[in-house]
């Protein structure tokens, strides 16, 4: 039995981590048998699914980030599928992510944020700071110590954040409450 072990090698066609062995020492095992498996982990990649409204700004090449367990890693957008997926009924996109000191785990549900658009220069209000009447956007700036209303146009929101691409300018001070 001992010379037996020794003279076993199995090779695997890349280098990296045995993530899973699938027999043990007394199992029989056949010639095409699932011995282990092995990745690579110093670059992962990732599947995620994106709604028809999101998945007209997504691009191969934009930057993204992964999070796990406060484990952050960069990758970027590799394949952004033309086809809905009928069974998901969202859009596939893959993510390649590189993953030093294995930092990010094998599997695992991480939360992947794509970075769409950049603006490290917008100005941002609050969708309850900025009105509406009449088809028009307007919000309210302090000048000269009293509150005069502006009309603004409007560009991105995300969240309850909306970006103001006219109309005020970068040091105004908005009224935010009535008093």
Request: hydrophobic share 40%.
């Amino acid at each position: 039995w001992s010379s037996a072990q020794q003279t076993l090698k199995v090779g695997a066609p890349i280098s990296g981590y045995v993530t899973r062995i699938n027999v043990r020492e007394s199992d029989n095992v056949n010639p095409g048998d699932e011995l282990f498996t092995i990745a690579n982990t110093r670059q992962l990649k990732a599947r995620v699914w994106a709604t028809e409204g999101e998945i007209t700004d997504i691009r191969e090449g934009q930057a993204a980030r992964a999070e796990w367990n406060g484990a952050v890693v960069a990758g970027r957008v590799v394949q952004v599928d033309l086809a809905m997926d009928p069974d998901h009924r969202a859009f596939g996109v893959v993510l390649e992510f590189d993953n030093p000191g294995n930092r990010m785990r094998l599997g695992v549900t991480a939360n992947v944020r794509i970075t769409v658009y950049r603006n490290p220069s917008a100005l941002v209000a609050e969708t309850k700071e900025i009105l509406r009447e009449a088809g028009e956007s307007y919000v309210f700036v302090v000048e000269d110590g009293k509150a005069l209303r502006r009309a603004v146009t409007t560009g991105r929101r995300q969240g309850i954040d909306v970006e103001i691409t006219g109309g005020i300018a970068a040091g105004e001070r908005l009224v935010v409450e009535g008093g």
